[in-house]
């Protein structure tokens, strides 16, 4: 069973501080690697996508992959109350299936 | 900007009842798919669909389940009798590329009601 591992949280950051959402995953041929954001309700938003090791900065946004770790994280910086959201971290192994994790729910203090 | 509409946003329906949920992909993109999402739990995948065909499902889409596209816009998933457990939020995604880089994009979702 290919798996990818959220902290559910909820994780609580005051405004202005930096977020750190981690995600493993388990299966070793996976290719692509993404974080959406999910606000209660609604459905799934692409926010980063990852392909190699290393950092992808995209405004407030680094996502950071270690495939020898199977490991993949979301920073996001001077985090925002709108930034309350479930994060999900999904995995694809080149195929068209993209299997998620259950998420982390941030919660962003003002 | 382009993106994936879905509709109705709700259905309510009998158990036992065929459902027809529709989506709109994007419209350069090739591959198309369907998610759904019991409350409270992960997103899941059901099926992919590319060139008229489906080319991977998921044990969930069994053969009470279908898709098509019968037009050059539109894409429907079909649950021909539907179940308690049927009750979730589908999602309908789309992408331009296959291998690799499929970055899927999600429209709104149909909250589907078995009573």
């Known amino acids: 069973q290919k798996e990818v591992e959220q902290n559910s949280g909820p994780l609580s950051v005051p405004e202005g501080a930096i977020a750190s959402l981690n995600c493993t995953y388990s299966?070793?041929?996976?290719?692509?690697f993404f974080w959406y954001r999910q606000y209660s309700g609604k459905s799934p938003e692409l926010i980063m996508s990852?392909?190699?090791?290393g950092d992808k900065e995209d405004g407030r946004f680094t996502a950071q992959l270690n495939k020898a770790s199977q490991y993949v994280s979301l920073l996001i910086r001077d985090s925002q109350p709108s930034d309350s959201a479930t994060y999900l971290c999904?995995?694809?192994?080149?195929?068209?299936?993209?299997?998620f994790g259950t998420g982390t729910k941030l919660q962003v203090i003002p | 900007e382009p993106e994936v509409t879905q509709t109705p946003s709700h259905q309510v329906t009998q158990m036992g009842q065929e459902v027809i949920l529709r989506c709109v992909p994007i419209s350069n993109h090739l591959y198309f798919y369907w998610y759904r999402q019991i409350l409270g739990q992960k997103v899941e995948f059901l099926v992919s669909f590319y060139n008229n065909e489906i080319s991977e499902k998921s044990e969930i889409f069994d053969d009470q389940f279908s898709v098509e596209r019968p037009d050059g816009s539109n894409f429907t998933l079909k649950i021909r009798s539907t179940k308690l457990e049927d009750s979730a939020m589908y999602f309908c995604?789309?992408?331009?590329?296959?291998?690799?880089?499929?970055?899927?994009?999600f429209g709104p979702g149909t909250r589907l009601t078995v009573l």
């Open positions: 299966d070793r041929v996976s290719q692509s």
């Open positions: 995604a789309s992408s331009e590329t296959r291998t690799g880089y499929n970055e899927q994009f």
């Open positions: 999904a995995v694809s192994g080149g195929y068209q299936k993209v299997t």
């Open positions: 990852i392909y190699s090791n």
